[in-house]
């Protein structure tokens, strides 16, 4: 039963952040350039692509290598991949 709770707030989190967007006063985060995201994801991809059953791995297989059809693409501003987000992340705070 505790779990069941738990995952339910999750998914309503998701529910709230993925389809209705930010809340008003709440600044959502900046878009990432498509080239950058291109870069990032192929760097991702090339250590983490080849794991069996990891994100990449799926995203990979499932998109047939269409961008467009990656998870990166799925957010607006190129925000739909948790790894690539945090990799830009890191990149540009230490800039």
Request: charged content about 25%; some cysteine; overall charge neutral.
């Given at each position: 039963m505790?779990?069941?709770?738990?995952q339910k707030r999750l998914l309503d989190r998701w529910f709230i952040r993925t389809v209705v967007g930010p809340m008003p006063g709440e600044s959502?985060?900046?878009a990432i350039p498509r080239?950058?995201?291109e870069?990032?994801?192929?760097e991702i991809a090339a250590v983490k692509g080849n794991k069996l059953?990891?994100?990449?791995?799926?995203?990979?297989r499932f998109s047939k290598g269409?961008?467009?059809?990656?998870?990166?693409?799925?957010?607006?501003?190129?925000?739909?991949?948790?790894?690539?987000?945090?990799?830009?992340?890191?990149?540009?705070?230490?800039s």
């Open positions: 505790r779990g069941d709770a738990a959502s985060p900046e080239e950058v995201a870069r990032l994801c192929g059953f990891s994100q990449c791995w799926g995203c990979l269409d961008f467009s059809r990656m998870c990166v693409s799925n957010a607006p501003g190129f925000r739909g991949c948790r790894l690539v987000n945090s990799r830009y992340e890191e990149t540009n705070t230490s």
